[in-house]
C-alpha cells in the first residue's frame, strides 16, 4: 500500500507579517458561469482578513523608509474598515498607534474588532460628499495635521497601495493560472488592487480584459463607460465605489465596467456560500455578479 505524499508546509514564523499574501486560489464549480471558469482569490486568508493587509504593509514600509513615519509615530487613515484592520495590524505590530476614521455606514462588527486590536476610532458622517469637513478622508487629513507625529496614510493617493498590487497580487494570478486569463474583474476603493494588478498583467504582455464592477449608486462605472460620472446615490455595500476617482485609480487601464445592484451583489454572495460553501462580503458579491455578467 502506498502512502500519500506528504504536504509540503513551511515552518513557524515569528511574525503575521510574514503570512500576508501567497494567498490560494479556488475555482467556481457549482454555480452556473456559462461558458467561461471563474476562480476566485482568497484575499480573506491573508491574516487580517482582507487584501488590504498587502497594501497596509506596502505603504507603512514606504513611509518608515521615506522618514515620514518615525518611532512612536500615529499612522491616522480614512477607512471602511478592512484597510483599518490592516493598517492596526500592521501597526501594533511594528510599535505604532493608529488612529482610523470610519463611516457611520460601516459594520458594528468591524469597528468593535478595530477598537478591540487598540484602534482610536472616529465614526463620522457617510451623508456629506468629498470636500465637506465631515467627510472620513477630509477628517483624516485634517486629524493627522493636528496630531504630533500623525502620519496621513492617504491610501487614496499612496503610489505604495497600487505598488502593493504590482509587486504581489498580480505576479500571483499570473503565476496561479499560468498566465491564461482572459478577464480580471475588481472594484474601486482606493483604486490600488486594479491599477496595480492591470498595470501587471499589462506588464508581462497579457491582453485579459480589466473589468471594474460598480455599486449602483457610484459615479465610476459612468467614467468607465462613457466619460462621464454615473448617477451618484447611496448603497449598503461596503468599501467599493466612489463619487470621486481616486489619485491611485488609474482609469486608463480599464476596459469595461459593470453596475451592480445591493440586491444583486447580496443575492450572488449568498449563492457563493449556499453552493460553494465560500463565505464573503457585499464588495464580492458586487465583483462575482460583474464577472458572471461578463
Known amino acids: 500500500m502506498s502512502l500519500a505524499p506528504t504536504p509540503v508546509l513551511s515552518g513557524p514564523t515569528g511574525s503575521l507579517l510574514d503570512l500576508i499574501g501567497k494567498t490560494p486560489m479556488v475555482e467556481v464549480t457549482k454555480i452556473d458561469t456559462g461558458k467561461c471558469r471563474l476562480f476566485l482569490k482568497l484575499e480573506a486568508q491573508n491574516p487580517g482578513g482582507s487584501i488590504k493587509d498587502r497594501i497596509a504593509l506596502s ?26 484592520l490592516a493598517l492596526t495590524l500592521v501597526g501594533q505590530a511594528k510599535g505604532y498607534k493608529v488612529l482610523l476614521v470610519i463611516p457611520d455606514k460601516m459594520s458594528k462588527e468591524k469597528i468593535q474588532h478595530l477598537r478591540a486590536m487598540g484602534a482610536d476610532v472616529r465614526l463620522t458622517r457617510s451623508d456629506v460628499p468629498h470636500g465637506h469637513p465631515e467627510y472620513y478622508t477630509d477628517m483624516a487629513e485634517r486629524l493627522a495635521q493636528q496630531i504630533p507625529g500623525g502620519f496621513y496614510v492617504n491610501q487614496f493617493a499612496n503610489d505604495a497601495n497600487s505598488e502593493a498590487h504590482f509587486k504581489t497580487t498580480g505576479p500571483e494570478i499570473w503565476a496561479q493560472l499560468d498566465g491564461q486569463i482572459d ?13 496595480g494588478t492591470a498595470r501587471f498583467l499589462k506588464s508581462v504582455g497579457s ?19 462613457e466619460g462621464v460620472p454615473g448617477p451618484d446615490g447611496s448603497y449598503t ?55 458572471l455578467r461578463w
Open 59 to 84: 505603504m507603512i514600509d514606504a513611509a518608515e523608509r521615506e522618514g515620514f513615519l518615525k518611532p512612536g509615530g500615529v499612522i491616522v487613515e480614512a477607512t471602511a474598515g478592512n484597510t483599518g
Open 183 to 195: 478577464a480580471f474583474v475588481a472594484g474601486i476603493g482606493s483604486g490600488g488592487t486594479i491599477t
Open 207 to 225: 491582453n485579459a480584459e480589466i473589468i471594474l464592477a460598480d455599486p449602483v449608486g457610484s459615479t465610476l462605472a459612468g467614467i468607465v463607460n
Open 237 to 291: 455595500v461596503e468599501g467599493i465605489g466612489q463619487n470621486f476617482v481616486p489619485d491611485t485609480a488609474d482609469i486608463d487601464l480599464i476596459d469595461k465596467a459593470y453596475s451592480i445592484t445591493d440586491a444583486e451583489a447580496i443575492a450572488t454572495v449568498r449563492e457563493l456560500l449556499l453552493k460553494e460553501g465560500v463565505l464573503a462580503g457585499s464588495s464580492s458579491g458586487t465583483l462575482i455578479a460583474a464577472a
